[in-house]
């Protein structure tokens, strides 16, 4: 199916108390081309630490194909976004000369105010939203729709699909300190000493094929991250759009986890809320994956589902695999019809 995608740069607002300028934040909307169903789902999506907006390109690509607009019975799509985190992807080169200025870390805490005030626009009014988020952008998703509870309906905030989520209570954190001060700073070193500029894509792309963790990406993926991920420089090279030392500084940024956690409580008694893991435990163990949705802690999930062959950054590993889970989930959620009459 042919997809119209469309560019947008959005104000992402400052948060409370940063006396740092706002920055812009980059997002893509997908429409079906010649299709647009009023009464279909529209799909909101935040990447994680480390990679840009296209990356969710092959899953949103697969859900499209698995829309029915014309079907009753099955899930229909309106319309899909994707965003870029301020510091990532065309947002860090948008923003490049204001990030240079700041001295702090730019958190999940800044990335949430563009988003909710997005949510408040008239690009959303009348919509039923689902938000997806992989990983950090998670957390993302959570404080976002915790800043419309309990009142989730004014954004027209339906459902929220957690993929890979990084939220831990504080509690746990500190249970597990020396292990996830060990996961955190393995994370930061290999990243800040990680190479970032290349001759052309080309070699870039090469380099990327025999290295850990991209020689385990599906092609696709992978081909994103160098059209996408990458940027061209003034001297004929490319560098990453994500500035290594702002992709860094992203780990140790565990606030909007803690925070999120208490979060997805509130939001886990008004709507369904849908968790997604891979079957290989690389950063989120068995233990913060069963405490995330512990109902006895007052976290239940509406689903719990799992991709086989799949990691951390399942949605790089395994596009088409989430996307089979996502669908899933979308099948569940009534029709237009059906969610009016229970009003």
């Known amino acids: 199916m042919a997809l119209q995608i469309q560019p947008f740069v959005f104000d992402c607002p400052s948060r409370r108390g940063s006396p740092w300028p706002a920055l812009k934040m980059t997002a893509k909307r997908y429409r079906a081309s010649g299709i647009s ?8 999506f935040f990447h994680c630490i480390g990679s840009h907006k296209e990356q969710w390109e092959p899953v949103i690509a697969y859900l499209f194909s698995q829309s029915q607009p014309s079907s009753l ?13 301020p ?3 065309e947002a860090g080169v948008l923003n490049r000369e204001l990030l240079e200025q700041r001295t702090d870390s730019v958190s999940v805490y800044d990335w949430v105010p563009g988003v909710v005030q997005f949510l408040r626009s008239r690009h959303m009014q ?10 950090a952008g998670a957390g993302t998703a959570v404080h976002a729709a915790a800043e419309f509870y309990p009142n989730l309906a004014s954004a027209g905030i339906t459902r929220l699909i957690l993929i890979e989520s990084t939220l831990i209570t ?16 393995f994370a930061i070193t290999a990243t800040s000493s990680r190479k970032d500029r290349w ?19 599906d092609p696709r993926a992978l081909r994103s991250y160098v059209e996408h991920g990458l940027y061209d420089l003034e001297d004929g ?17 565990v606030d909007p986890h803690f925070e999120g956690t208490i979060r997805l409580g ?4 008004a709507i369904p809320v849908h968790v997604v893991w891979g079957t290989r435990n690389d950063l989120v163990p068995d233990f913060i994956q069963d405490a995330l949705s512990d109902a006895s802690e007052g976290r239940p999930m509406t689903s719990v589902t799992k991709v086989k062959r799949a990691g951390h950054l399942i949605v790089q590993e395994q596009p088409i695999g989430l996307a089979q889970a996502i669908r899933d989930i979308l099948e569940t959620i009534p029709s237009f019809s059906v969610e009016r009459s229970k009003l």
């Open 37 to 44: 169903p009023v009464d279909g789902l529209t799909l909101l």
């Open 73 to 85: 019975d099955h899930f229909k799509i309106r319309e899909a976004w994707s965003f870029d985190w």
């Open 199 to 217: 001759k052309s894509r080309q070699d870039a792309s090469l380099y990327f094929q025999k290295r850990f963790p991209w020689s385990m990406w």
């Open 170 to 185: 504080r509690e746990l954190f500190n249970e597990n300190f020396e292990d996830r001060m060990s996961q955190m700073e």
């Open 87 to 89: 510091t990532h992807g």
């Open 237 to 253: 090279t490319v560098a990453l759009k994500c500035d290594k030392k702002r992709e860094a500084e992203g780990y140790p940024d």
């Open 266 to 269: 509130e939001l886990c008694h």
């Open 126 to 135: 009348g919509h039923r939203v689902v938000l997806c988020g992989h990983s």
